[in-house]
């Protein structure tokens, strides 16, 4: 019996003050979505940070509907005083990354989406909001 190969890799990079995640996607789905941020937050509270910086290689995004569905689901999910940056350099993306972080924050998730890592770096270290 073979084991299903995973759709996407992540690695993880522990800094002083956060937990640095890299996740390339062969394929996207609410599935890869929702396993691979389940992972990510299992190591977060396996390893007892409260912050975590997402850097996503992902070319094609959820539509808007379901990626609500998905932000629905985190908030499920061991979120609570966990706040999470999520970088994604590709312009096409940007509106898109905007509204889930936007559905996930009115859900009650502290997430913002970022293109560069020194914006995402800057709100993840800060205190606001």
């Known amino acids: 019996m073979s084991v299903p190969r995973k ?3 992540l690695s993880f990079d522990e800094k002083p003050q956060y937990l640095f995640v890299r996740v390339k996607c062969e394929s996207f789905s609410i ?16 390893l007892q940070y ?3 910086m997402i850097e996503r290689d992902v070319s094609i995004l959820l539509p808007a509907g379901k990626s609500t569905f ?12 966990l ?3 999520v970088v994604d350099p590709r312009p096409e993306n940007r509106e898109l990354n905007r509204f ?8 009650g998730i502290k997430v913002r989406a970022y293109s560069n890592i020194p914006d995402a770096r800057r709100w993840l270290l800060s205190d606001s909001d």
């Open 7 to 9: 759709l996407y890799s």
């Open 31 to 46: 599935e890869v979505a929702l396993e691979y941020l389940r992972e990510v937050i299992n190591e977060c509270r396996e």
């Open 50 to 52: 409260t912050r975590v």
């Open 70 to 81: 998905v932000a629905e689901q985190l908030a499920t999910m061991d979120v609570d005083g």
């Open 83 to 85: 706040r999470i940056s």
């Open 100 to 107: 889930s972080a936007a559905a996930s924050r009115g859900l």
